[in-house]
Each structure stands twice: as structure tokens, then as C-alpha cells.
């Protein structure tokens, strides 16, 4: 089953955060994060493993919540360059190394 | 030179038609995986491979095919395409010798349209 992302969509100014959420019915082994450019593949931002594990890529960050089975993605004075889609993939004990990627979340920062 | 490309890059095609999308890596990943992706749904598993003999169906593979011609070289068949195939298809790969958790590498993307 597909994770949920959270919002579909969000319009930023430069400089303004937010947070994007990834939750899934299934208990999670590993949240990979990517973004993807418009147009372009995805490119991959960070991987957390253990529960509570937080992990920052620049003013990206994330954490994981093993317990809610859920990953939430910071964006932290975004800039420009955050535009695009991110998207969670989830990795379940049972599925074994294949990840299933949320529907994304698309984000666009203006000047 | 891009580690991982896809032939080709864009695709128009006839109902019914078959038509191959190819797919080299030159990482020395041993995993290769097809995605296909439509608007609001993500990337979703047609195929994957973990090593040359090894093929397995993802969440969509009805309508498709692949074969793994070698570690490096990973293709996709649409056996006789149809209209709801057009969508944005992805190559990737990843490692499953450096580490117990991998990191996916995507490929450019091939754009299909089928008439």
C-alpha cells in the first residue's frame, strides 16, 4: 500500500519553512527521501533507519517515528532551489528492499 | 558521462505496437528496478531484478516485460502498447553489497505517448 504525503501541495516565500508528513498502515523498516525537479529524475536527499533517527541534508532535516509509522521532512528557510516534488518511499520488512513511493508532495518557493 | 541512461528519451508509439525501453548502468549496481510515473501517483514498481537471473513483478506488470541482459542492462517491453501506458518511465538501480540499507539512483526518464 502507498504511504500518504502530506499536504499535496504548499506555496512558500523564501525563507519560510515547512513540513512535509509521509504515513504509512504498514510498520516501517526504513523513509527515503528524493526530490524531483520538474521534467527531471528523482534525486535522492537523505535515508532514515532507526525510529526517532532524525538526519539534515543543508536546512533539509527530517525524522522518523517508528512508533506512528510516519517520517516527516523540514524545510528550513527555504530557498529557490527547494522548489519541486518530494517524494517518500517506504521500506517494509516484508516487502524486503523495494520501496513504495508516496504520491508527493509538490512545493513551490517564490522570491 | 550519466551513470545510469535510458533509450529513449521520448517515445510516441501506436496502439498495439511493441516497443522496448532500454536501460544501462555503468555503477556496478547489481539491483535494477522499471517505474513508471502518472500524475498525482508517484513513482509505482513494474519490474525489478536483483541480480541477472533474478526477475520479479512489482505492484503493476500486467501489460509488461523486461529482461535483464546483463548487470549492466535492464529492458522493458510493452508487449502491445495501449493508450493508458503513456507515462513517464524510470530506470534505477542500487547496491546491495555496500550496505544493508540502499539508496536508489534514478535514470532521466523516458517520456511515452501512445496514440
Known amino acids: 500500500q502507498q504511504p500518504v504525503q502530506s499536504p499535496q501541495a504548499v506555496i512558500l516565500r523564501e525563507g519560510e519553512d515547512a513540513v512535509i508528513n509521509c504515513s504509512s498502515s504498514k510498520a516501517l523498516y526504513s523513509v527515503h527521501w528524493y526530490r524531483q525537479k520538474h521534467g527531471e529524475a528523482p534525486i535522492f536527499l537523505m535515508i532514515?533507519?532507526?525510529?526517532?533517527e532524525q538526519k539534515g541534508h543543508d536546512k533539509i532535516s527530517a525524522s522518523f517515528n517508528e512508533k506512528k509509522q510516519q517520517s516527516s521532512l523540514y524545510l528550513t528557510a527555504s530557498q529557490l532551489s527547494y522548489s519541486g516534488t518530494y517524494f517518500c518511499g517506504t521500506e517494509t520488512k516484508a516487502a524486503g528492499n523495494k520501496l513504495t513511493f508516496g504520491g508527493g508532495t509538490r512545493v513551490l518557493v517564490k522570491p | 558521462d550519466a551513470d545510469v541512461t535510458q533509450t529513449p528519451r521520448n517515445r510516441i508509439t501506436k496502439t498495439g505496437k511493441r516497443i522496448m525501453l532500454e536501460c544501462s548502468q555503468t555503477?556496478?549496481?547489481?539491483?535494477m528496478y522499471w517505474y513508471r510515473q502518472d500524475p498525482g501517483l508517484g513513482l509505482r514498481l513494474i519490474y525489478y531484478?536483483?541480480?541477472?537471473?533474478?526477475?520479479n513483478k512489482g505492484e503493476i506488470s500486467d501489460g509488461y516485460s523486461v529482461s535483464r541482459q546483463a548487470q549492466a542492462k535492464f529492458s522493458l517491453s510493452l508487449e502491445s502498447a495501449i493508450p493508458n501506458q503513456t507515462a513517464l518511465y524510470f530506470c534505477a538501480t542500487s547496491d546491495s553489497r555496500t550496505s544493508s540499507v540502499e539508496t536508489q539512483y534514478f535514470g532521466p526518464g523516458t517520456r511515452l505517448l501512445v496514440l
Open positions: 555503477k556496478g549496481h547489481d539491483r
Open positions: 532514515l533507519l532507526k525510529g526517532g
Open positions: 531484478s536483483f541480480d541477472v537471473k533474478d526477475i
